[in-house]
């Protein structure tokens, strides 16, 4: 029997209509943690809990009310006395209520039966807060997320202990040949030891199967045809290694036509033109070349991309690329410092943006898309600077990123489940000066015109001539996040100056920070009267952890943050939560705009409440000329 004609089809027109023939339907199960290196999630997964979840001592050193301190100098050395005046903590403790800073143990004068120190400290210095790491009810990490050992971590600290996934295929690896044996002892003159079946099994495993390796298997058809008929029983995927050439023994394409269909037979790859795409009983069956260069090539093209069907996944490989920061980073001399950066492509230029540096921020980890590395040489890096970046994720993953930088929402975590995005918080004029520097795709802003009341807009005008388009988002409630049940009885902005009432703010820039002090200017309130005012969160959902902690009795933010921590909420106002970009960039954000247009997302941010969605995705032109 003799093959006497095989295809030449493009390769990636062979994959194209043999992936689409193929009814691949990815099943899901739901494992322990423990298990989970390298699996893929099935579903996003939201923290259960903050983390950490209690204001911790950051430093070795004692705990002290801050106010207390103010008078300590090194003329007049302030004496304390412990557990009057102080506490000794390590690094972790948890900060009692009544003390509110932490004070380096280096700081510290021991005395026979007190202690002194010679500088004031300040308020929430070396603590924790609840949620540095991630606040309960973010997502930790999206649907088809390839679940590294950043994210293990990441999952634990958020008590996600259980995780769904899809299951791994099952894929089985027949080798055929005469000439082939399994072991030394069997070689001899005329035979080849099976090594395929080896180099096989070991892609399989690295990128997401699970390998049965079948004993080589002689060049007699019905025997071949048993073997295929079992593994097709048994597996997801069958993988036919040798025997689909033009041989008079290379039986394997009349096999597979026998039992099912075979789509394609012979591909324009060198090496790995005689591979067979087939298919029997619902099964891909896919036969591959002898030779192991020839069945490496083939295994790459055609067997990897069946295996990510059953995993929604892609797989590619990229080291290093070069890149430009967009920030300035200090350094010490003291140390080779590892930066995590979130990476995309603006202006055809590869953009660094710095992530969280802490120590204990494991999820800086899990979010970032590469490390770039200071030199202990170096006393930092400059913005514009050019880095060279050790990638975290694929290249492929890096042009696709969306770089957001501006005011925070829940929904841009949400976004995360939809499009390839990723999102850094510095305030709503913070995300237009990184617009404006060419360091993002989209800025999120909420900015509020006094003067107009309106929102947005004038802004834009104010800080661009180019033309530019304001994407509208959505409608949200603004509103103070108290305690459940009030119990300080907050009802207005003029409670915030009640001394009794501790308070928790938004960073300067933010949108929220803004309309807090448009509210102060008409109540003729001054901050001063404000105890906190000048405590910053970088996020609602940090806020609302912080009012949900016995430190904090309100902050300024939006519903969905207070529902998602189950505090109650005084509504000041709708305020418009919109997306600015450069009009360059608006056809590679078509998939925002889709997915911002979207039911499902729409339907995801309903179950959150306080957003409402009138002209979502709607394009506004600015300094259009």
């Known amino acids: 029997m003799r093959n006497v004609y095989i295809e030449n089809k493009d390769p990636k027109e062979a994959l194209s209509l043999y992936l689409e023939n193929l009814d691949i339907k990815a099943s899901t199960e739901e494992i322990s943690l423990r298990n989970a290196l390298n699996r893929i999630s099935s579903e996003p997964i939201f923290s259960k809990i903050s983390s950490p979840q209690n204001h911790l001592a950051a430093m070795d050193g004692i705990c002290v009310n801050s106010s207390i301190t103010s008078l300590a100098s090194e003329i007049n050395p302030l004496k304390l006395y412990e557990n009057k005046d102080f506490i000794y903590v390590n690094t972790g403790n948890v900060i009692p209520d009544r003390f509110d800073s932490v004070i380096m143990i280096e700081d510290v004068l021991e005395r026979d039966g007190f202690i002194e120190i010679i500088s004031p400290s300040k308020p929430w210095q070396h603590i924790r807060p609840i949620g540095e790491d991630i606040v309960k009810g973010e997502m930790v990490i999206p649907s088809n997320y390839k679940i590294d050992s950043f994210a293990l971590g990441s999952l634990a600290a958020s008590g996600n202990f259980k995780v769904k996934v899809y299951k791994n295929p099952t894929v089985s690896i027949l080798v055929t040949g005469s000439e082939i044996v399994s072991s030394l002892e069997n070689a001899n003159k005329g035979t080849i030891i099976d090594s395929n079946s080896y180099m096989l099994s070991g892609l399989v495993s690295e990128f997401g199967g699970n390998p049965i390796i079948y004993e080589p298997i002689p060049d007699i058809y019905e025997s071949i045809k048993s073997e295929i008929i079992s593994a097709v029983k048994k597996s997801d995927i069958v993988i036919i290694n040798a025997g689909s050439s033009a041989g008079t023994h290379d039986y394997t394409v009349h096999i597979i036509r026998e039992l099912g269909k075979v789509f394609t037979?012979?591909?324009?790859?060198?090496?790995?033109?005689?591979?067979?795409?087939?298919?029997?009983?619902?099964?891909?069956?896919?036969?591959?070349?002898?030779?192991?260069?020839?069945?490496?090539?083939?295994?790459?093209?055609?067997?990897?991309?069946?295996?990510?069907?059953?995993?929604?996944?892609?797989?590619?490989?990229?080291?290093?690329?070069?890149?430009?920061?967009?920030?300035?980073?200090?350094?010490?001399?003291?140390?080779?410092?590892?930066?995590?950066?979130?990476?995309?492509?603006?202006?055809?230029?590869?953009?660094?943006?710095?992530?969280?540096?802490?120590a204990g921020i494991t999820t800086s980890l899990l979010k970032a898309d590469g490390i770039i590395e200071i030199d202990r040489s170096l006393e930092g890096l400059n913005t514009g600077d050019k880095v060279e970046i050790s990638l975290l994720k694929p290249i492929e993953k890096i042009k696709e990123n969306i770089l957001s930088i501006g005011s925070h929402d829940i929904l841009m975590d949400i976004l995360r489940d939809f499009i390839p995005i990723t999102s850094s918080h510095v305030g709503s004029l913070g995300g237009i000066m990184a617009l404006k520097q060419n360091q993002c795709h989209l800025a999120p802003i909420h900015l509020l015109d006094s003067k107009t009341g309106e929102y947005n807009i004038s802004y834009v005008k104010q800080y661009f001539k180019e033309p530019m388009i304001l994407i509208k988002g959505v409608k949200r409630i603004q509103g103070f996040m108290v305690k459940k049940g009030n119990p300080k009885n907050i009802t207005s902005i003029k409670d915030l100056t009640n001394p009794n009432i501790k308070f928790v703010?938004?960073?300067?820039?933010?949108?929220?920070?803004?309309?807090?002090?448009?509210?102060?200017?008409?109540?003729?309130?001054?901050?001063?009267?404000?105890?906190?005012?000048?405590?910053?969160?970088?996020?609602?959902?940090?806020?609302?952890?912080?009012?949900?902690?016995?430190?904090?009795?309100?902050?300024?933010?939006?519903?969905?943050?207070?529902?998602?921590?189950?505090?109650?909420?005084?509504?000041?106002?709708?305020?418009?939560?919109?997306?600015?970009?450069?009009?360059?960039?608006?056809?590679?954000?078509?998939?925002?705009?889709?997915?911002?247009?979207?039911?499902?997302?729409?339907?995801?941010?309903?179950?959150?409440?306080?957003?409402?969605?009138?002209?979502?995705?709607?394009?506004?032109?600015?300094?259009?000329?």
């Open 265 to 358: 037979h012979g591909v324009a790859l060198k090496p790995g033109k005689p591979t067979i795409l087939g298919e029997i009983e619902g099964t891909p069956v896919i036969g591959i070349p002898g030779y192991p260069v020839s069945a490496y090539v083939s295994f790459k093209e055609f067997v990897v991309p069946v295996i990510n069907s059953f995993l929604n996944k892609n797989i590619s490989y990229q080291n290093k690329i070069e890149g430009i920061l967009t920030k300035k980073i200090p350094s010490s001399f003291k140390y080779r410092e590892l930066v995590r950066v979130n990476t995309g492509i603006v202006n055809n230029k590869i953009i660094a943006t710095p992530i969280a540096r802490g």
């Open 505 to 625: 703010n938004r960073q300067r820039g933010a949108g929220t920070r803004i309309l807090l002090d448009f509210l102060l200017s008409q109540n003729n309130i001054s901050k001063d009267q404000i105890i906190g005012y000048e405590r910053e969160m970088l996020t609602h959902m940090s806020v609302a952890a912080e009012v949900n902690s016995n430190k904090v009795d309100v902050g300024l933010g939006v519903y969905s943050a207070a529902k998602e921590m189950n505090l109650d909420f005084i509504p000041v106002g709708n305020e418009e939560y919109d997306f600015l970009i450069k009009k360059s960039s608006l056809e590679f954000l078509s998939p925002f705009i889709k997915a911002l247009k979207s039911k499902e997302f729409k339907a995801a941010l309903e179950n959150l409440g306080g957003y409402e969605f009138t002209n979502s995705g709607e394009l506004i032109y600015i300094n259009e000329h």
